[in-house]
């Protein structure tokens, strides 16, 4: 039977490959590989794996074949996290928490297939972007519920509306994520540049969408503020109060990349590093969310 620290383990490489993989998936576009094999499930007709080409670069090839081999990795990991917590019976919150993993890995890969096929549209683009974020934070409530004893009823270690507080500043993280895959829809990186087929872009101009991205993240940043406050009044609990310093730490230094984009027009290796921080303050405010209510083990 897998230990505690086996399970934990387990849903920790489930996060970080849930979260790497969409960090990959940006280093596919910003290198304009996102058709470097221009069809699914296949990457060449006939072959899986890639073959010469005269009009498709090696290096295009080998990048998005990469991404799409990692994508066994996040199987591989969602596929232990579900036999470990079915061998170790563990309750029934938590393995519905492992099964959504494999689950939506499959439909990951089917978007991502979609994306491909379409001719890399904008708009699916971001379904995949966005379909990413929500595993990882699926894949944080995992880790954190496997932590917790199966006995014993959850209890909330905060009042009530600073729980709707943190709901609300996650709702507006959401609207910050939409707003920067249409940031993304109207930038410089289409994920492909070949001569003879053009990306389809988002028409809008893209100082818009900026301004209304920068003004979302601020809204919730100030929201977190205010939260942080909130928490501090009523004397919240430590592991509380340090998931949201870290959350807060996020949250500035990606706002902190994403003026540094706009001011040094979008270099593609701040690409990656914005989709990461995307991912980090997506796990950071699903871990603050789940630090909020905790089970305890009863006593004997």
């Known amino acids: 039977m897998p230990s505690l620290r086996v399970q934990r383990l387990i849903a920790f490489l489930v996060i970080l490959t849930q979260g790497g993989i969409s960090v990959t998936g940006a ?3 910003v290198t304009a590989s996102g058709l470097g094999c221009p069809t699914w499930p296949q990457c060449f007709p006939g072959s899986f794996t890639p073959v010469p080409h005269a009009e498709v670069a090696v290096v295009h090839q080998v990048v998005e074949f990469g ?3 990692i994508t066994f990795l996040v199987v591989l990991t969602a596929a232990a996290a579900v036999l470990a917590v079915t061998r170790a019976r563990r309750r029934r919150e938590v393995l519905i928490y492992a ?6 890995t499959v439909v990951q890969a089917v978007i991502g297939g ?3 096929l379409t001719g890399l549209l904008w708009w699916t683009v971001a379904i995949h972007l966005l379909a990413s974020m929500a ?3 699926l894949a944080v409530l ?3 519920k496997i932590g ?3 006995t014993g009823a959850p209890t909330t270690v905060v009042p009530k509306p600073l729980r709707q507080l943190t709901v609300l500043s996650a709702i507006v993280l959401a609207a910050v994520l939409v707003t920067g895959t249409l940031v993304t829809g109207a930038g410089p990186h289409a994920g492909d540049k070949s001569l003879d087929r053009v990306v389809p872009r988002l028409q809008v101009e893209i100082t818009t969408l900026v301004h209304m991205h920068s003004s979302l993240l601020v809204a919730y940043l100030s929201l977190v503020v205010a939260l942080g406050f909130g928490l501090a009044a009523v004397r919240a609990t430590r592991p509380v109060m340090l998931r949201l310093g870290v959350l807060v730490a ?3 230094a990606q706002g902190l990349v994403g003026v540094v984009q706009f001011y040094t027009n979008v270099p593609a290796a701040l690409v990656a590093v914005h989709v990461a921080g995307a991912a980090a303050c997506t796990a950071a405010t699903a871990a603050l969310w789940a630090s909020m209510r905790e089970r305890v083990q009863p006593a004997n």
């Open 148 to 150: 917790q004893p199966d």
């Open 142 to 144: 995992l880790f954190v």
């Open 135 to 137: 595993m990882v934070w």
């Open 114 to 116: 979609i994306t491909v």
């Open 67 to 69: 991404n799409r081999m």
């Open 250 to 252: 996020l949250v500035c």
């Open 99 to 104: 099964w959504l993993m494999p689950a939506s």
């Open 27 to 29: 280093i596919v576009r």
